[in-house]
C-alpha cells in the first residue's frame, strides 16, 4: 500500500470501500496507519467501516483501538454498532464490546438488568 500511494498516490481515491478492506484485509492496523498518515482527510470512519472492523476475528479490537486514537470524534457507536460486536464471537469479543460500550460517544443508553 505504501508503494502504491508513493507511487500512483494522485491516481488512488480513498473511497469507503477501500478502508472496509483495509480493516478486513491482511495487516489492517499497519495499512490503517499508513492511510490515516498519508491520507488522513480522505479517511472517512463510517459506521460501516466500523461494523467491518469489528468484524476482522483477528485484530477488531485492535483497528477500533487505532480509529478511536486517531478518529474518536467522528466515530459514532451507534446501536447497529453495538448488535453488530454482540453478534461477534472471536476471542476478544467481550473487550471489544467493552471498548465501544465505553466510549464517549455511544449513542445508546446502557442499562443494568
Known sequence: MKLLLQERGDEVKITEDVIKAAVLGFRPK???GLLLQERRSEVKITEDVIKAAINNKYTAKE???LLLQERGDEVKITEDVIKEA???KHWDARGLRKLLLHHPRTQMQVQEV
Open 30 to 32: 499497519e495499512v490503517m
Open 63 to 65: 483497528i477500533l483501538e
Open 86 to 88: 454482540a453478534k461477534t
